[in-house]
């Protein structure tokens, strides 16, 4: 996914049925061990608290309290407060009550272990018992600990919102314990930091992680978020399914657009962006234009078309 402009250190690893990539312009021996560790710290607290893979996780208990209003982590609560913004920017499109649909559709367990194909009597269409209006995030007035509420029935799904959101976090958070210039990428959500006057980065776009040649980027500080339809699918009861939902059908979302990535300050704010474009169909590239975002967006044909200075695809290799 990326084109070195200067000497870098870096690792990558299994992520989420992805891969994560860490890269490190290391000032001291032992700078990528520790942005490593610190990327590591933040990827466990994000998946204990809104893991719906997890029974342990916070996320699932709240899901099994039947609507009673309970105090939650700190970083549950900021999660669900970008989850919740996100939505509201999105006009819903992007929307974090859609953890049942996601069952149903088929994808009840880690992406990894998602069957390829499997038999089904019907893919199910799903009641949705509440949208993301009816989730109640507060303040406990005793001990002044978040609270959130979630109606009966719902289950969270906090996805691409919390992946983007560790990636923001991971890479200023290793920037701050090693004072280098961070890059990091979690399964295409992708967040820098601490990038030094005159070296960008050179990114790869990519629309799934085995592709190979890619156009370049340069990014300086901020963050880059694809969401496409051509990772994560499967098949379910004959019908082709993929990760991203269409709050209005609770179903994969039926879109012109196959791949979208785009640039923002956060990772949040791309990833939100690009989700809400695919998921918005015809719309999207209008409501992306209108965002003043720039962004790539490759139709179902694998024509490519820019908004907002989007740079024209670069295929040079740097030297």
Known sequence: MFAAS????????????????????????????????????VLDEVERA????????EISSLAADDGRRRVVSALLADLLAGALGAAAATGGA???TLGLAMIAAGYDTAFA?????????????????????????????????????TPPGVLLDLGATAKAMAADRAAALAHQLTGCPVMVSLCGDLAVAGTSAGQPWLVEVLERP??????????????????????????????????????????????PWRTVTVAAATCLAANTAATAAIVKGDEGAGWLRASG?????????????????????????AS
Do not use: K
């Open 94 to 96: 992007v929307d974090p």
């Open 6 to 41: 200067v000497p870098e250190r870096r690792a990558q690893w299994p992520l989420w049925g992805g891969t994560a990539h860490l890269v490190v312009r290391e000032r001291r021996p032992g700078d990528l061990e520790l942005a490593r560790a610190t990327v590591d710290a």
């Open 210 to 255: 085995d592709d190979v040649g890619g156009p370049l980027v340069h990014v300086h500080d901020g963050a880059v978020a694809t969401s496409s339809t051509t990772a994560r699918r499967w098949v379910s009861a004959g019908r082709r399914m993929h990760h991203l939902l269409d709050p209005a059908t609770a179903l994969p979302a039926r879109a």
């Open 113 to 149: 272990r998602v069957a390829p194909s499997a038999p089904s009597a019907g893919v199910p269409t799903l009641r949705r018992p509440a949208s993301w209006r009816d989730i109640e995030l507060g303040v406990d007035p005793a001990t002044a600990a978040a609270t959130v509420r």
């Open 50 to 57: 809104c893991s719906r893979f997890r029974p342990d996780s």
């Open 293 to 317: 975002l720039p962004a790539r967006l490759v139709a179902a044909d694998g024509r490519v078309h820019t908004v907002n200075d989007w740079p024209a695809d670069q295929l040079e290799r």
